[in-house]
């Protein structure tokens, strides 16, 4: 029999979601190799498929399409040599700390004496020793997390798969756990063979990883493989770390597409409703702000998470909404101000208003809404109805914060005014004209 080191394999694998004119390709012919010994992460904007992905390697969800090979044999049903790692760790609150992974490891099978010595050990390797007895609402939130933790390496996995592990919690929490959980990898303290991790935050991963698996979205596919050759412990001023964090934010930031295709159809046209950015307008306005003042009004854009003090997911998002409003573009890992964002920045509140309006009324979204307004009873639309059509396009969450950024950015735009009390939308006298013609 051939040998390799593959743990994981995905041959072709595609996820669809939905049918007739709601199928929806949220991954598109994915092919991608684990070996042992790697710590890979996948890395990408939201919506990319990248949690998706994750389900499928651990087996929680069997693919549209495509074949998942474990240690080269074809995986059917849940993984049992994998565990998953959440975002938020679902805790039993009932139980101690010390219980809650006893649980775990009564299910394997472990007799009872050696469960508990099992779990005060496990919790002291990441340094829970003395709260053994701590229920779940006793401990910090770092804390908790890392009795998640320990509780997915009781199964001894030989595949760790988590979810955004470090996103729920504070930047001082989140650093302090990395550092447990390389140590604890680095060391070889722990069974697990490969880790594949999903996080949106482009520093930890060259942080952390191995190897950084980068996605797109529309559809959901794996664009670039690039491996991190740099020693550990890794330092985040090193020019090596700052090349590879570069050359990871134009991957992620230079695809821009033609502009039929990036802004997307309005809801009930064929073709994908593209989902507004959710930012503050304030942030929008800062980061034009920032670029105006700088010479050639051009910056590299993984320098300016640290200069702008945002988080680089958030960066990114403020980068799609600048670019989606044609205020800024991107090349190469390097924005810059197109002469509208520079009007914008140079303007004062009434203006700023005015030009944000032309743009916002080009957006397909709010062509729709506002069409939606014009046409209803009284130009008065209750925002369920808006919900339920959004709520064809976005999981539920989304087309909640898709509302609550479309009434943000009307608001601010002047196109269209909300009544938070009545849940409607509604046109008021001072309400912007620009948007009136069906064709702008
Ligand atoms: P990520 O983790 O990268 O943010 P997900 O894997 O959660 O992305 O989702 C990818 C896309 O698939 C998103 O557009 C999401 O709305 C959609 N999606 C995810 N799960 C489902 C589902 N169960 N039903 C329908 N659409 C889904
Ligand atoms: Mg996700």
């Known amino acids: 029999m051939p040998k390799n080191n593959h743990i994981l394999e995905l041959r072709n694998v595609s996820q669809i979601y939905g049918s007739g004119n709601q199928r929806f390709v949220a991954i598109k012919n994915a092919n991608l190799v684990i070996n042992e010994g790697e710590f890979v992460t996948l890395l990408g904007p939201s919506g990319c ?32 040599h994998a565990a998953i790692v959440f975002q938020t760790f679902a805790l039993f609150p009932w139980l101690t700390a010390q219980q ?27 340094g829970l020793d003395g709260f053994e007895n701590a229920y779940p609402r006793e401990l910090s939130g770092g804390m908790r997390q890392k009795v998640g933790f320990v509780r997915a390496m009781a199964t001894e996995p030989e595949l760790l798969c988590m979810d955004e592990p470090f996103s729920a919690l504070d930047v001082l929490s989140a650093e302090a756990l990395r550092g447990e959980l390389l140590e604890l990898w680095l060391s070889g303290k722990i069974p697990t063979q490969a880790i594949l991790m999903v996080t949106h935050n482009i520093e930890e991963a060259v942080f ?16 670039a493989d690039l491996k991190v050759d740099l020693p550990h412990p890794r330092q985040r001023r090193d020019p090596n770390f700052l090349a ?29 409703v593209r989902a507004l950015p959710h930012i503050i307008i304030n942030d929008l306005a800062g980061l034009l702000e920032y670029l105006d003042n700088i010479h050639d009004n051009r910056a590299d854009i993984y320098r300016l998470a640290g200069e702008l003090r945002v988080d680089s997911n958030y960066l990114l998002h403020l980068i799609e909404a600048v670019e989606l409003l044609g ?10 101000l197109t002469p509208l964002g520079k009007t914008f920045a140079e303007a004062d509140l009434l203006t700023r208003r005015k030009v944000f ?21 009284k130009q008065e639309l209750e925002r369920d109805v808006i919900y339920m059509a959004l709520e064809l396009q976005f999981h539920p969450e989304e087309a909640k914060r ?12 002047k ?26």
């Open 208 to 223: 952390m990883a191995d190897r950084i698996v980068v996605m797109e979205k529309g559809p959901g596919r794996i664009v």
């Open 327 to 336: 205020f800024a573009t991107v090349t190469q890992g390097d924005i810059y």
């Open 415 to 440: 196109v269209i005014s909300y009544d938070d009390i009545n849940e409607m939308f509604y046109f008021q006298p001072g309400d912007t004209t620009l948007c009136n013609s069906e064709k702008n």
């Open 100 to 126: 809650n992974i006893e649980i775990v490891l009564k299910t394997r099978g472990v007799p009872l004496k050696q469960r508990v010595a099992r779990a005060i050990e496990l919790l002291s390797l990441v």
């Open 402 to 413: 898709q509302i609550e950024t479309a009434i943000n950015w009307g608001r601010y735009a």
């Open 244 to 272: 590879l964090v570069d050359q990871v934010y134009s991957i992620l930031a230079g695809q821009t597409q033609p502009e039929h295709i990036e802004m997307g159809a309005a809801p009930g046209e064929p073709g994908r």
């Open 357 to 377: 309006a032309t743009r916002v009324c080009r957006l397909p979204l709010f062509r729709w809404l506002l069409d939606m307004l014009r046409a209803a009873h």
């Open 49 to 80: 498929g990248k949690s998706t992905l994750l389900r499928i390697v651990a087996g929680l969800q069997q693919p549209s399409e495509g074949v998942v090979l474990y240690r080269d044999k074809t995986l059917l049903g849940v993984n049992p």
